[in-house]
């Protein structure tokens, strides 16, 4: 057929054309071996060759760019299979310029025995073809992915971006669905997301979705894609059209925003080392790493150190001395773990050694190599596991706080394939700094709290011994289990003459400050209950003693002032005597003690309340009353009585009935009623002493008058050793013999009558000489010369301890033996 002869004379128009009229295009027929077979007079027109010129020769003559013969038989390969092709394509115009048109080329057809293609092209005039080659530009070549879908979900075209995005090739994709070409990419999602833009006409933007590419399908990746519909002149919809952007940078940077801000409630949920180490653990896997362990120093666990490994002399050593805190992994049971949680551990990646740590930053082995030659050297048993269970690229990111080294945390990948990459990095990084500092934290917290609560159980009594005249037992019960630091405090002190002092008190506050000053109270009060003091007095000078701890504590203002701050402490000090059964107290703003009688009948014996300590000025007063024997004592603090409503007189009426309610058992007793009447934790510290009364049995007490006359010292002293020996004490009668001579003669000489010796059969073997003077004997070292002076520090000598107390009718004093 001659195109060049049927084809119309029409000239081409010059303005604006409808761009689906193809009646005015330029068409040829091109042979299966590329020779030109027909050629129209619209060609003529458009590239200025007559079809003499053209037909019978190559069809490659015409074109005005490099031959891509690759790309020829490809569009042939396609138009063979019946699906056609267009582009935009350089021509060369007869006069020699170079013309751009839209090249269409059809399916193959066979004009007898010859298999042809229609080629038709259109060209532009000079400001369309500016324009397009803009669009072309705009479109092929933009950072933005675009594609046209048909209505049936089809592509129909797409660019260049698109293409690399997905991985898969523009003739792939065209006549083909999104579903049949990349199915893991939420293809039925976008598809759902395209239909609905069809149906409402409404475009939608933003739509955020993870994928990933043929050409790298191991890791994924994170797409922006907007859609919209595309409306014909007629209003009727033609298709839709998609753009995509790759915000994988954007995504992961949200991501680790939100991972690491979700690491930081979930890691370091409490003030403990280990717990905090597995809590990274099991934070960061799966999200990052397939297994992951956390060791730590030491002298971080021991709570005793600030990695005290790297201050001692000398180099550090290669591998640090690590115990293993805490480790996860997606397999159960770790099985890819070569030590334990809480074993020694000194693993340090291979090539490395405690620089590492001290240099802080982190390493990245993209591909672990369990065949090379420092691993299985250095490591064999973590390279044969290595080449066991796959894994395959590792992290390891040193943990460091507050200049402080705490240890090493390691990420390892073997299920997922994906490789630890630099940006990688950077999130382990992040995570380890947030861990770090919480185990930083608990490592602070920790010692701090195990230094309080060893000062505290130093200042505490370490076991309570009554003698035979006190059954006692006590409890403690801090306002913050956790913290276990208060100002609460008791204390039994034993007495001469087989007495027992007994104290609790309570200094307003807590934590360590608060137990350092009750620590130097308690000294305080032992040390005047060692002078004899009786109980009002022992206030009177402990009340000195917080009015100068009070100064202490002034601050500047206070001191331009010339005023104190005031450190709120009350006490209760009782003495109780086996021999009389009497028991002597005084209080200095403190809650009365219970007293229950044998027969269960509740007491509250109230000595005059007396100010707080550290007011001044404000005397005390002692009360003595009798105890039955075997009366149950009770002293406290008022943490204990004040309960929820603050009521203290209800709560000493409870405390009264737990007490009598109870059994025989002093320990019990004690612990029940603290339960029972502390059942919650209370905002004060709570202390309760409870001590059952004995009496010194009449036969192990004896006294006898002695006349003021120096010849009876031999009759006292006669008396007192057949005294010792019917105790079954021959083996004391001798020292005993010496004691007694010395303090009656010397009660002789100096005192004053009324004078009375008392011997005393208890846990020690007491002598007693009172006598009506106020002034006590002092010790002397008499010199050779001296004919005298020696006798108390002979007594001194034999006894085991020795010393004065006054009375209100005079002195007594005592001397002490240890019985055998």
């Keep these: 057929m001659d195109f060049a002869r049927e084809d119309s004379d029409a000239p081409m128009p010059t303005g604006a054309r409808d761009l689906l009229d193809a009646s005015t295009d330029a068409a040829a027929v091109v042979s299966a071996d590329g020779v ?19 037909v019978g020769r190559s069809a490659a003559d015409l074109a005005a760019m490099d031959r891509d013969p690759a790309r020829v038989a490809g569009v042939a390969e396609r138009c063979r299979a019946g699906m056609g092709w267009s582009g935009r394509v350089l021509l060369r115009h007869r006069d020699g310029h170079a013309v751009d048109v839209d090249l269409r080329v059809s399916a193959s057809f066979c004009v007898g025995a010859q298999e042809c293609f229609l080629l038709s092209a259109r060209g532009q005039s000079r400001q369309w073809t500016l324009g397009q080659s803009v669009l072309d530009g705009f479109l092929t070549r933009s950072p933005v992915g675009m594609a046209v879908m048909d209505l049936q979900l089809r592509y129909v075209w797409l660019n260049d971006t698109l293409e690399r995005f997905g991985g898969v090739p523009r003739p792939q994709r065209l006549g083909r669905r999104l579903s049949e070409l990349l199915p893991g990419l939420q293809a039925e999602a976008i598809e759902g997301l395209m239909r609905k833009v069809l149906e409402t006409r409404a475009p939608i933007t933003d739509y955020e979705y993870l994928g990933w590419s043929w050409a790298d399908p191991h890791r994924r990746r994170a797409y922006s894609t907007s859609f919209f519909p595309l409306v014909s002149a007629d209003d009727s919809v033609s298709g839709v059209c998609y753009m995509v952007q790759d915000v994988t940078e954007r995504w992961t940077a949200r991501q680790l925003l939100a991972l690491v801000n979700e690491a930081g409630a979930r890691v370091g949920t ?85 620089q ?38 590792l992290i390891s990111v040193p943990m460091r706080a507050r200049n402080t080294v705490l240890g090493l945390a ?39 709290h195990t230094a309080a609560v060893t000062l505290q159980r130093s200042l505490l009594p370490h076991a309570l011994a009554g003698g035979t005249a006190l059954e006692v037992a006590s409890s403690y019960l801090p306002a913050d289990p956790t913290d276990g630091v208060g100002g609460d405090w008791f204390d039994v002190i034993p007495l001469s003459g087989a007495r027992v002092g007994l104290v609790v008190g309570d200094v307003v506050g807590h934590g360590i400050a608060a137990a350092a000053t009750m620590g130097r109270l308690r000294t305080a009060v032992q040390t005047l209950a060692d002078m ?13 003693l917080v009015l100068r701890l009070s100064a202490e504590k002034t601050d500047g203002t206070a001191a331009q002032q010339g005023t104190t701050a005031f450190l709120g402490a009350t006490c209760l000090y009782a003495v109780y005597d086996p021999v009389t059964r009497r028991c002597t107290m005084a209080r200095a703003g403190h809650p009365p003690p219970v007293v229950v009688a044998p ?8 000595p005059p309340a007396g100010p707080p300590l550290g007011l001044g000025g404000m005397a005390f007063e002692s009360t003595e009353i009798e105890l ?6 009770g002293l406290y603090t008022d943490g204990l009585i ?179």
């Design 36 to 54: 030109v077979v027909g050629w129209t007079r619209a060609a003529e027109a458009l590239l200025g060759h007559p079809a003499s010129e053209v």
């Design 270 to 354: 409490t003030l403990d080392v280990m717990r905090t180490a597995q809590e990274l653990a099991d934070f960061a896997v799966p999200r990052f790493a397939d297994f992951v362990v956390v060791d730590l120093l030491e002298p971080v666990l021991s709570t005793e150190g600030h990695g005290a490994w790297l201050t001692d002399a000398g180099p550090a050593p290669a591998k640090p001395v690590m115990r293993r805190a805490g480790m996860a992994s997606v397999r159960e049971g770790c099985p890819e773990a070569v030590v334990r949680i809480g074993d020694p551990v000194d693993f340090v990646p291979p090539t490395h050694d405690a």
């Design 356 to 393: 590492l740590l001290i240099d802080g930053e982190p390493i990245l082995i993209p591909v672990l190599d369990p065949s090379d030659e420092v691993w299985r050297s250095e490591e064999p048993e973590r390279a044969a596991n290595i080449r066991r269970f796959g894994l395959h690229s």
């Design 410 to 448: 390691t990420f390892v990948r073997s299920l997922n394939l994906v490789s630890f990459r630099p940006d990688d990095v950077l999130l382990a990084r992040e995570l380890v700094a947030r861990a770090a500092l919480c185990v930083d934290n608990a490592r602070r917290y920790t010692r701090e």
């Design 532 to 544: 004899e003091m009786p109980p009002d007095e022992l206030l009177a000078h402990l009340d000195d």
């Design 599 to 606: 027969g269960g009948q509740v007491s509250f014996p109230e």
């Design 628 to 633: 039955a024997e075997n009366s149950l004592i």
């Design 642 to 820: 004040a309960g929820a409503d603050r009521d203290l007189e209800h709560g000493m009426t409870r405390l009264g009935e737990v007490l009598a309610r109870s059994g025989t058992d002093l320990g019990t007793m004690c612990t029940s009623a603290v339960q029972r009447l502390v059942p919650v934790p209370q905002p004060d510290d709570i202390a309760l002493l409870l001590a059952r009364t004995h009496a010194l049995a009449a036969d192990h007490v004896v006294s006898w008058e002695v006349p003021a006359d120096p010849a009876a010292v031999a009759e006292v002293r006669a008396r007192a050793t057949r005294q010792v020996a019917a105790w079954g004490l021959a083996e004391l009668a001798m020292t005993s013999e010496l004691i007694v001579s010395e303090l009656v003669t010397n009660a002789v000489r100096y005192a004053t009558p009324p004078i009375r010796l008392r011997l005393l059969l208890d846990s020690r073997l007491t002598c007693e000489v009172s006598d009506a003077s106020s002034t006590a004997p002092r010790l002397r070292h008499a010199r050779i010369t001296d004919e005298g002076g020696r006798g108390l520090f002979l007594v001194a000598q034999l006894a085991h301890r020795w010393g004065a107390r006054y009375t209100t009718a005079g002195k007594i004093i005592w001397a002490e033996q240890e019985i055998p």
